[in-house]
Every structure is written in C-alpha cells, then in structure tokens.
C-alpha cells in the first residue's frame, strides 16, 4: 500500500467536516511582514468538539478567523481550508458570505462588544434566518425565540425584544451562540467564548455547547488559553505556539502525558485544586511567545525550553509521533519536538503516596 | 419621564429669562441712541425727547425692564421703533424664510456629509478618501460669504442658472421658491457638510473596527447591509450631536448668507435692526433664536434615545 492510497484509506474511514492543511497566514506591516500562523493543519470530525490551546499571540484566533476568510484584506493567505470537501482559501467574497453564518458560525469572545448595541438580540438572531434560510422578519423572530429557548434563555418569548445592554454576560454569550447556531452550522468555531464570563457562568455556557454538539451533531473549534476549558470539553487537543502546531493528542492522552516541553510548561503553570493550594509557586514558561517575520528553520520554543540544544536551533522538528522510547501506543498523538518528554509525566504527589 | 420633561421645563424658562436680561440691557449697553436714527434731520433736544417720550425710552431701565417682560408674558412682541410695524407681524414675515433656509441647509449638510463620511470611511486610503478630505477641507476653510459671492459671480451672473437673489414665498409658487433659495442653502450647508463628514467618517472608522461588525461579518451579512444596519447605525449620534451643536453656527451663518442673497428673513431683519437700534426687533429675535435653540436640543435630546436605547430619558443617571 502506497502512501497515497493509506492516506485515501484513512480519509474514507472518518472525512472530516473541516480540513486544514499547511494553512499559513502573515501580515504586512509598517515594520515589516509579521507570520502569525505557519503551515497549521487540523482536521474536524462530524460532532468533534477540538480545543485549540496556546498563549496570547500564538495564532490561534488568526487561524480561527482565516477559516471563514473573516481576516483583513491585507492578510496573506496560503495553504488549504476545505469544508466537505469544497476549498474557501481563495474562494469569492459572495461564495463565501454564504458559507459564513450558514454552514461555519462564529461565537467570540467579549459577548458585550461582540453583539450590536442598538439592535434587539431578536433582530440580531433574525437576521442570520433572514439572510440564510430567506425567512420573513416575522417568522426569523419567532425562530429566534425558539433558539433563544435551545440556549437556555428563560422567558425568551420576553428576552427576544431585549437590547444586549439588558442582558447579563452570560446571557449575552448565550444570544451569540443562538445566533450562531440559528442555521444548524456544520462547524461551529468559539473563539474564546468563555474568556469574559466568571466560573460558574462559563460552566453553564460549555454545557450549552456540549449539548448543541450532542443534539445538532455540530462540530466545534473551541479556542481558549484555558487548559481547564479544554479539559472539560474537548475531544482533542491542538496545541499551538508561536504560529505552529506544536502538539496534538486526543485530550485524555495530553493531560497524561504531555510530549512537547511546551505543552509540558503550559500545564504545570496552570493550578490544580489540592496541589498547589497556595503553598507552592506555581511554575511559569521564562521569556515571551516571539513576534516573527520569517518562520525559521528551528524549533521556536528552543530560547525557552530548558532541554533545548543545538538541532533545536538548526531544524525545525516535524509534526509526528513522538519517540519516546517506544514504550507508548501513541494513537493520534503527535509532538513537533526533537526532545520529547520522555515519560508519562508523573504527578510527584502521587508519586509519594 | 414626567419628572425629566419638568427638569427641562424649568432649566428652558431659566435660559430664557437669562437671554432676556442679557439682551434687554445688553442692547442698550450699545453706543448710540434709536431717537437719533429716527430723529431724521430734525436733531433739536425738543424732538428727541418727544419720540424718547413716546417709545418710553425716558423711564428708568429697571422699570423698562418690567414693562417688557409684562407685555412678552402677554405674547406682545411690541413695535419695531424704526417702522412703527408690530414686530409679531415682522416675525410672521421673516420667520418662514430663515426656516426653511436653514431646514434644506440642514437636510442638504446631512444627506451630503453622511454620504460622504460613509464613503470615506469604506473606502479608506483610496482615492474616494482623498476627494472627500479634500471636499471637507475646503468647505470648513472657505468662508460662505465668499462662496456665496462666487455663486452669485458664476452661477447667477455669468450663467443665468440661479437668481441672484430674492425671495418667493413658498405658497405662491413652490418651484420658484426652491429655484431662489437652493443657492443659498447650498452655501450655507457647505460649513456643517464638512463638520458632518469628518465626523461621520471617524465615528464609522470605529465602527467598521468594531466587535459587533465582526459579528455580522461572519454571520454572512452583505457588505451593504453591515455598512448601513450594523456600523451606520451606531454612528448616527455622533451625526445628531453635531448637527445641534452645530444649530448656533447656522443660525449665525443664515444671518450672513440672507444678507448676501438679499433674503427677506430673520438674519436681514436682525442685522437692519442692530444698526438703527431698533431694541423691540432684536428682543424678540434674540428670544426667538434662544427659543428655538433650546426646542431643538430638546428634541436632538429625544433623538438619542430612539437612536441608541442604552440612553434613557429620566433625569437621573442609569
């Protein structure tokens, strides 16, 4: 079996409703060209939820934006983003304003600034029915009162002729999402959709996703600099810096068992209940994520990463399953890292036990 | 509601009784005497008293000051000293001509500034961009009384397109009321077009850059419809707002453009009034004025909140 037809096999088993592949994204600006995303490919299954992880100015958002063609005109754009199949990198404004709202929707993440202040959240929900499914206004709001019930929006028969100032933060995020799911999208993208809200509200906002991908069969691209997000409700994870995928495993198996010494630093620098409990610093990645012009051949995170050495600064290390020794079925979980974790990574407590 | 409206109620009837006062003894702070502008040649003490007698222009100012306010409070406006016409049947006259030369200067400014702010602001760093600058510039630095002499120069002398000047009633005979007054408001619009666009231009800059345009952006939204519904919408009280702040200015400048195009209004009526000193003609028309500004900020103030329904109308704070 040639690689191809293995490839072919592959896709047959599970075609994914969202394709990216080497997708690449810069910017030209007053100081020169900044990459903000470099050669990123991630697949979404039918009903996947994929947490897209990484500190600020990773390229998470850019690439999330890119997949719809919402960046700038002055963004430059190379590689492949394929829905069902059918390509939109470099498709026509008008063939893609229909895919926009009606088969990929957006949530983002300030749900106050996000929605229009001087239209009804009916009217706002509305419109994506009037535009997408040629309803009557009349008709778009009473499917908006229907969507705003599918959100969890108690008397929303009341709620449809609010203005988004009238509604709590949860509550707004909630409007978006009813926006977002109003033509039963395949791909439902949420850019940092729990970010804005306090804890108790987020967890209310993730189980609404959560039931959307249950009921509608909504695939969802969540991205979130919040490994506890993810770890609550993603199916797998893509770790991104500095523009690049650096990891990506299906949840269980990151959380266990991190390969990439970025991914191993992100979740030691975030708090676990019991563990750290004030009495023990938690441990942070030195230095900042690199603004870049040019992608170097060279592993970017090599001026953090305390098992760096010099092949990390002379190549950059390929997106594929890590070798660690060999001693782990690592199905789907891959690492851009010429020095992987080399163990399990043990949790010392359970270790003194 | 009821408590904001007595809130306003009483700041107005404060305002006004204010201008009163300012105006009443402001205008008679001013050199010069009405008795001598109408003493004619006959200048002898005899006859400046008789007509000083006959005005009332004897008695003491405090009491001349009641006089006024009794009579206004009973709607008597008063005679003009100069022609010995009611100034209530003066006013009745000049009004609907500043009215409406200020009303299509207004509209005009409107349509025209947001047009072009809009433009402007979608097409940014082209040359659309360019030509609406460059627009705005000139109409913000060029004064009107030259443009208007230019008009006047060009396209009524020259070419024969407009009247010079003059005025039709509207009811007499509507199209060539609109033939001798488009000139005219075309001037003095020129001003606030240019306020109006500038500031269109950045309130829609901040809108296209906004979250919310994102949002429609990704819904699928026509560029058209994310333009008009979603950024123009939430520019439009930036528009309100200068157009009231801007009413001082056009009231003054209706003053001047009137004079230039020889109309029968209000601004020519203040202007002959302040130079013979004719003080019943410049009380009720400061007052007017200051009525007038005060109705319209009242309403720019409605206007708010039907634009944006975060502003609310109670008088306290949200």
């Given at each position: 079996m040639t690689t191809a037809e293995r490839a072919g096999a592959v896709a047959a088993v599970a075609t994914p409703v969202l394709a990216v592949r080497d997708l690449s994204v810069s910017f030209p600006t007053e100081t020169g060209t900044v990459s903000?995303?470099?050669?990123v490919s991630l697949d979404l299954a039918s009903g996947e939820i994929v947490g897209m992880v990484g500190e600020s100015g990773c390229g998470k958002s850019v690439t999330a934006m890119s997949i719809a063609g919402?960046?700038?005109?002055?963004a430059r754009i190379s590689g492949s983003v394929r829905l069902d199949g059918t390509?939109?990198?470099?498709?026509?404004e008008s063939a893609l304003r229909r895919v926009r709202g009606k088969e990929i929707a957006y949530i983002f993440q300030e749900p106050m600034t996000s929605l229009?202040?001087?239209?009804?959240v009916g009217r706002q929900i509305g419109e994506v029915l009037q535009i997408?499914?040629?309803?009557s206004r009349r008709a778009a709001r009473a499917r908006a009162v229907e969507l705003l019930t599918l959100v969890g929006i108690p008397s929303a028969a009341k709620r449809v002729?609010?203005?988004?100032?009238?509604?709590s933060g949860g509550m707004r995020q909630r409007v978006m999402i009813a926006m977002a799911v109003a033509c039963g999208p395949k791909v439902l993208v949420a850019d940092?959709?729990?970010?804005?809200?306090?804890v108790t509200v987020q967890a209310g906002i993730l189980q609404v996703l959560r039931d959307l991908r249950d009921r509608l069969g909504t695939s969802i691209l969540i991205i979130t600099h919040d490994l506890g997000v993810i770890a609550d409700i993603a199916d797998r994870v893509v770790v991104m810096y500095a523009g690049r995928v650096v990891e990506r495993a299906p949840v269980t198996d990151l959380f266990a068992h991190p390969y990439h010494r970025y991914t191993a630093g992100l979740l030691s620098a975030s708090p676990t209940p019991g563990r750290h409990a004030g009495t023990e610093r938690l441990q942070e990645i030195p230095g900042l994520v690199p603004v870049l012009s040019v992608q170097p051949?060279?592993?970017?995170f090599a001026d953090r990463?305390?098992?760096?050495?010099a092949r990390c600064r002379e190549s950059a290390p390929p997106l594929?399953?890590?070798?660690?020794?060999?001693?782990?079925?690592?199905?789907g979980h891959l690492a851009a890292c010429?020095?992987?974790?080399?163990?399990?990574?043990?949790q010392p407590e359970e270790a003194n036990r | 509601m009821a408590r904001y409206l007595l809130t306003r109620a009483w700041q107005s009837a404060l305002t006004l009784l204010l201008s009163t006062i300012v105006v009443f003894f402001g205008v008679r702070a001013l050199p010069g005497d009405p008795a001598l502008a109408l003493a004619g040649e006959d200048r002898s003490p005899e006859a400046l008293e008789a007509i000083r007698r006959h005005y009332g222009l004897d008695q003491p100012l405090p009491l001349q000051f009641a006089q006024y306010v009794e009579r206004m409070a009973q709607g008597d406006f008063g005679v003009s000293?100069?022609?010995?016409?009611p100034v209530s049947s003066m006013l009745t006259t000049a009004l609907p001509v500043t009215v409406e030369l200020s009303v299509l200067a207004i509209l005009l400014a409107t349509a025209l500034g947001v047009g072009a702010g809009v433009l402007a602001a979608v097409r940014r760093g082209r040359p659309a961009e360019w030509v609406a600058n460059g627009m705005a510039l000139i109409g913000l630095s060029v004064p009107h009384f030259w443009l208007g002499l230019l008009a006047i120069l060009y396209?009524?002398?020259?070419?024969?397109?407009?009247?010079a000047s003059g005025f039709v009633p509207i009811l007499e005979d509507p199209v060539d009321n609109l033939h001798h007054i488009v000139l005219p408001a075309v001037i003095l619009g020129t001003g606030l077009a240019a306020i109006i666009m500038r500031q269109t231009r950045s309130a829609m800059l901040d809108s296209l850059s906004s979250d919310y345009v994102r949002t429609a952006k990704a819904k699928g939204l026509r560029p058209r419809a994310v333009i008009t519904r979603h950024a123009l919408r939430n520019s439009l009280i930036v528009v309100v707002t200068v157009v009231g702040l801007q009413l001082g200015g056009l009231i003054s400048g209706a003053v001047v453009t009137e004079q230039i195009f020889g109309l029968p209004g209000f601004g020519k009526m203040t202007i002959d009034a302040v130079f013979q000193r004719d003080y019943p003609v410049i009380q009720a028309v400061v007052l007017l004025t200051a009525t007038a500004y005060i109705v319209i900020n009242f309403f720019v103030d409605l206007l708010y909140s039907v634009i944006d329904p975060r502003i609310r109308v109670t008088g306290d704070p949200a």
């Open positions: 903000a995303v470099d050669g919402l960046l700038p005109g002055s390509e939109l990198v470099g498709t026509r229009n202040p001087v239209l009804t997408h499914e040629r309803m002729d609010n203005y988004p100032h009238q509604l940092e959709p729990t970010t804005a809200l306090d051949d060279a592993c970017t990463c305390p098992a760096a050495d594929e399953v890590a070798r660690t020794g060999g001693t782990l079925a690592a199905t010429w020095h992987p974790c080399p163990q399990p990574r043990t | 000293i100069r022609t010995g016409t396209l009524s002398v020259a070419t024969g397109l407009f009247p």
